[in-house]
């Protein structure tokens, strides 16, 4: 009864869990359980099937939830993760988790959770992340209500049954800045123009649903690839390729189906109206002769390329008796291979999958894929990295010839490339998706790393492995292969802490479509800055820049060998001492190797070097100076000085092993 009495429908909201706490004031039961273990005990009574007993151990006994499955808290025994994500639960999402103020996420995505999302859940003002994707989840969002998340980065509520207009508040939100993800929902309205002043972190996706009108071409919305905004029938303008009416008077928010309704605030649930528009009678004809012609001419097209002679093997190279152009053609039209026989992927099932973003950069936005999941079984998860046009302009055959060069690097600490796509408006990168994220938050924690604090032979594994596989870049091919972005953010680790090289190639692709004279530009404004801050200053304008060799960062420069091997002992020396590359202990505005080098010279005790976690693993000692030896020695500012990648590598290998 006491259950059934905490989560019985109210309309009080938290009125209503305040009585029951003084109700039971004198009990037993209610004095061990806090109150953010009672907030919960209403989510747990609202759901109705829990089929793999997720919820067993929320006793009400207990003093807090802290030890509860899927519940995380802090020192305070206050609960500041919910994670319970495919759990098989039915049921709805109770008011009382509103009363969670120390909640930073909350993940209740691929469950079954109906009815509204309650206004009082905003409540929970410390939320950094919110993610009730895969439910069906229904009702508007009150823009009032969700502006009151001033500290949320990432939102994902895509897949549910949400309609009504999209928030427009949600720009107010001043952290805002990964996922956006409102897709496949029944959203009506136009895209909110102030959706332009998101930033450019923010990964922004609006797929499938009722949305109408001209895309805002406004700030980052100009950014956008036609993804984001694909399965809105009635959404026109760039990026997508549906050209918006410019007749005198016509309202481009006339939807083109004569079945539709035309008000999409009528219509939030997707039914049709049977009245026909006003106005829209002149425009089937015209629209209808365009089909027509286009048809024609779409046929005539295939009608000529049957000429081309198909030879694909595994990476799908296409032999045409055509001109060079109709490569270029066949770019326009759209293009995924797989590169590999082993791995299975059709485009239609990556178009349809669940994707989550897990990382943003200059080259372009990298998504988490599962595609081929139906009826609960398991399907492949790859990443997909949606590449940036930074500026550039693609051709196909020299695209494919960038891609496949990427694809052919195999090594057991690369991360593999298996597909990639081409498209006029769309290329796409299709890797293995490595499961512990990247060395940067295990060294330094933030909200992507669940991991403890990596031990010694963790880290010598880590810094092994990734020698290896940058020895295997530099060393397959006559052609010397340059990864040229070396970092901690770009060595992913399993589940196993196996390390892989991630982002091989990307500099090359990338600065293949820039003009050089944006090149130059780039780098004559990374020269000047490094000139006016200092060798490893702190106000260099990107942290990729405290990465790079001395001579890397001159305008005139050419990315070498030897710049990766600096690149790669900053990171060893980030990864030994557990801080970031571009501060020492002090806040000197210091690099990290300079820091280092500077110690070993004043023959500092290694307490003073070595991330604090190492301190206690004395027998390490040895190992973890060598390490240090070898990462000054990829440091020296004359890059004639410094090792070949195999000597770095081999020299790695020896530490901790038998000689």
């Known amino acids: 009864m006491f259950l059934q009495f905490v989560v019985a429908e109210k309309k ?58 899927g519940i995380t808290c802090d020192v305070q025994n206050r609960v500041t993760q919910v994670y319970l994500p495919n759990k098989g639960f039915n049921g709805y999402i109770p008011s009382e988790l509103g009363a969670l103020t120390s909640l930073q996420n909350l993940s209740l995505s691929t469950n079954n959770f109906t009815n509204i999302i309650s206004p009082h859940l905003f409540n929970a003002t410390s939320l950094v992340s919110l993610d009730l994707s895969h439910n069906s ?60 002043f998101f930033p450019v972190t923010v990964s922004l996706d609006l797929r499938y649903n009722n949305l109408s009108g001209k895309i805002p071409q406004v700030g980052s919305l100009l950014n956008q690839g036609p993804t984001a905004f694909s399965g809105n029938p009635n959404l026109c303008g760039f990026p997508l390729s549906i050209e918006c009416p410019e007749a005198a008077g016509e309202d481009p928010r006339v939807p083109l189906n004569p079945n539709q309704n035309p008000n999409p605030d009528s219509s939030s649930t997707g039914s049709s109206s049977s009245e026909k ?82 990382g943003k950069s200059r080259s372009g936005i990298v998504y988490k894929v599962v595609a081929g999941r139906l009826s609960g079984v398991t399907g492949v998860v790859v990443a997909v990295r949606r590449l940036s046009e930074g500026g550039g302009f693609w051709r196909f055959k020299e695209f494919i010839s960038e891609v496949e060069m990427i694809g052919k690097i195999k090594h057991p600490n690369i991360v593999r490339l298996r597909a990639y796509y081409f ?120 942290p990729t820049s405290i990465y790079l060799a001395p001579e890397a960062r001159l305008s005139s420069s050419k990315m070498s060998q030897k ?56 027998y390490a000692k040895k190992q973890v100076l060598a390490a240090f030896h070898i990462a000054l020695s990829c440091t020296e500012l004359d890059p004639e000085i410094r090792p070949r990648m195999r000597s770095v590598s081999e020299s790695l290998d020896r530490i901790g092993s038998p000689h």
């Not at 956006?180 to 929902?185: A, E, I, K, T, W």
């Open 12 to 69: 009080m909201g938290f009125v209503f869990l305040t009585v029951v706490l003084v109700l039971f004031q004198g009990s037993p039961i209610s004095c061990l359980l806090n109150s953010d273990g009672l907030s919960l005990l209403a989510l747990k009574a609202s759901i109705t099937t829990d089929p793999y007993h997720t919820l067993k151990s929320w006793l009400e006994s207990d003093k807090t939830p802290c030890n509860w499955s």
């Open 137 to 196: 989840l229904s009702g508007s969002i009150n823009p009032n209500n969700i502006k009151t998340l001033t500290l949320l980065s990432h939102l994902d509520l895509s897949s549910n049954l949400l309609n009504g207009s999209i928030p427009d508040t949600l720009t107010q939100l001043p952290l805002i800045s990964g996922t956006l993800n409102l897709s496949y929902n029944r959203f009506s309205g136009e895209v909110p123009p102030s959706y332009g």
């Open 277 to 358: 528009p006003r106005g829209i009678s002149a425009t089937i004809p015209i629209i209808s002769a365009i089909s027509v012609l286009l048809g024609v001419f779409s046929i005539s097209v295939w009608l000529l390329r049957k000429k081309c002679v198909r030879v694909e093997g595994k990476t799908g190279k296409e032999k045409c008796e055509e001109e060079e152009e109709e490569e270029d053609e066949e770019g326009q039209k759209g293009k995924f291979v797989v590169m590999d026989e082993g791995f299975s992927l059709e485009l239609e099932d990556l178009l349809r999958a669940s994707a989550y973003v897990v």
């Open 423 to 542: 498209a006029s408006d769309e290329k796409l990168l299709v890797s293995d998706f490595i499961s512990n994220g990247s060395l940067y938050p295990a060294l330094h924690g933030g909200p992507s790393s669940s991991l403890p604090p990596l031990s010694w032979s963790a880290r010598l594994k880590i810094i092994q492995g990734s020698a290896r596989g940058l020895a295997y870049i530099h060393e397959c091919s006559p052609r010397k292969y340059v990864h040229g972005n070396i970092k901690s953010s770009k060595i992913l680790l399993d589940e196993d802490l196996h390390p892989y090289i991630s982002g091989f190639g990307l500099t090359r692709l990338i600065s293949s479509t820039n003009k050089p004279s944006d090149i130059n530009a780039d780098k004559n404004n990374l020269a000047q800055k490094v000139a006016v801050s200092g060798f490893g200053s702190k106000s260099l304008s990107s």
């Open 563 to 618: 710049c990766d091997v600096y690149s790669f002992g900053v990171v060893v020396l980030e990864t030994l001492t557990g801080r970031l590359p571009d501060v020492g202990p002090e806040n000197d505005e210091k690099g990290l190797e300079s820091f280092v080098r500077r110690a070993f010279q004043e023959e500092r005790p290694l307490s003073d070097i070595i991330d604090p976690a190492l301190i206690h693993e004395v």
